[in-house]
């Protein structure tokens, strides 16, 4: 069984995306991850300090799946069209769940600015992975919200049927 931090991170993780952050308590954490309230204080001082743990974790869970995914790409088009096949591989493994980043950031106050630079941060990397896979910053740009909007639109209508229209528009930009 896994250290008690990671059983709490992992047990987070499990429940906002299943329910939503704010949904979901920190009394519920402990008892589905088998810790002490004590124990749970003593690796992270608030639900806010969870979110962040939560986040630097999606995130490099994501990255790496991402960047699995993408590097069998010959071509710089191909890594590009690669990613967008990387949201429905996402949608299919996490039935249309979306974006944990965006959906997270729907339910913060703008108090918890801490938990929106984390937010920030994820996107600012995206935004650069396509900046240093196309090096032109209008079309990384345009290509970049085309992706955004694929999985918010996937989410949305829990259909890929606009990823695809997407990669055909990224094609043709090409």
Not at 120 to 130: G, V
Request: proline residues 1%; hydrophobic residues 40%; aromatic residues 12%.
């Amino acid at each position: 069984m896994s250290n008690p931090r990671d059983r709490i991170i992992d047990t987070a993780s499990r429940l906002f995306h299943r329910q939503g952050y704010n949904s979901t308590g920190i009394n519920q954490i402990i008892r589905e991850a088998n810790v002490a309230k004590a124990t749970f204080y003593q690796h992270f001082k608030s639900k806010d300090e969870l979110c962040v743990a939560y986040l630097h974790a999606r995130h490099e869970y994501w990255f790496l799946e991402l960047m699995t995914y993408v590097s069998k790409s010959a071509s710089t088009q191909r890594s590009v069209l690669s990613a967008f096949d990387f949201i429905i591989y996402m949608n299919e493994k996490e039935q249309f769940r979306g974006c944990s980043f965006l959906n997270i950031l729907s339910e913060i106050s703008n108090e918890q600015d801490h938990i929106l630079s984390v937010i920030q941060a994820h996107k600012n990397d995206l935004r650069t992975f396509f900046d240093n896979e196309i090096g032109e910053d209008l079309l990384s740009a345009h290509i970049y919200l085309l992706f955004e909007s694929a999985i918010i639109e996937s989410q949305l209508f829990k259909s890929n049927e606009l990823i695809d229209k997407s990669k055909k528009i990224v094609n043709s930009l090409f």
